[in-house]
């Protein structure tokens, strides 16, 4: 986990966001890259007397400066938020010598976290999807009802279209980060890779549960069985079964990885389709809607 990056923008959720991606890279000594997300222009047209003409210029120009100056007030926060950490950002990467990280360990010391910030990113939540692809990992904040920020859309771009794993900041800033991890294993695909991009954490936790939950589990291996793979990989894994008593899966697994004292849950996303599960509901759903603990995704 050396690389991770940070999609920002001001509002709701950027201090547990800042907060959760440090504590990630204290514990890998990672480099953090911030990246402003770039809102693509809107589909503006004006009425002439041919019918419909481009976006009037002056509306153009009024929502890119807008625009930029989100992102001048994003980059200002993650530049106070690291002088906070005495960190200095910086220079974005190929634009100075290959290693920018300080060379002064950390307290423990461990390699100290590092920052750069990235600004030629095309605009639009796809782009960014598509630049998670280089990063080990992508820290994105969960969606709040009512919220403007963080975007559901980033989260979901991110996980379907990076091919890398999601850090899910709760809503209000975590203390800790993998100290107690809780695996909700449920046997799919989508679990055993989240399991696979989250060994690092894993293997730094004091205590790893898999969990298995009556009634979301799909055909494959036990939890025994991947609590046993745990083993064997260095990481002291034990097990857990849970029954929903009439509580939704997403639910129920919230309620044991609150019970556990978990300060990391690692679940794969959407089993069941995306659409499925916003008609009828699942456990991802759930979790992405209520969860506040940190979240490490995969699909």
Known sequence: MKTILLPLESGDGL???????WLAATAFGSTIQGLYIRRALPGVVVADIGGYAAAAPDLVESFEAEDRERGASARRAFEEFLRGKGVTLGEPPGAGPPDVRPTSPGPTGEERPSATWAEEIPPGD???????????LTVVGRPVPGA?????????????????PILIAPPSAPKSLGGTAVVSWNASTETARAVAFAMPFLRRAERVVVLAVEGVMVPGPSAAEAARHLQLNGVAAETREAATSGRGGGETILAEAAALGADLLVKGAYTHSRLRQMIFGGATSKILAEAELPVFMAH
């Not at 201090?15 to 991606?21: D, G, I, K, N, V």
């Not at 796809?126 to 080990?136: I, K, P, S």
């Not at 859309?153 to 991110?158: C, G, M, N, Y």
């Open 148 to 164: 403007s920020t963080p975007a559901a859309s980033t989260l979901e771009t991110v996980l379907f279209d990076s091919g890398r």
């Open 15 to 21: 201090q547990s966001m800042l907060e959760t991606a």
């Open 126 to 136: 796809a782009a960014v999807g598509m630049y998670a692809r280089l990063f080990d």
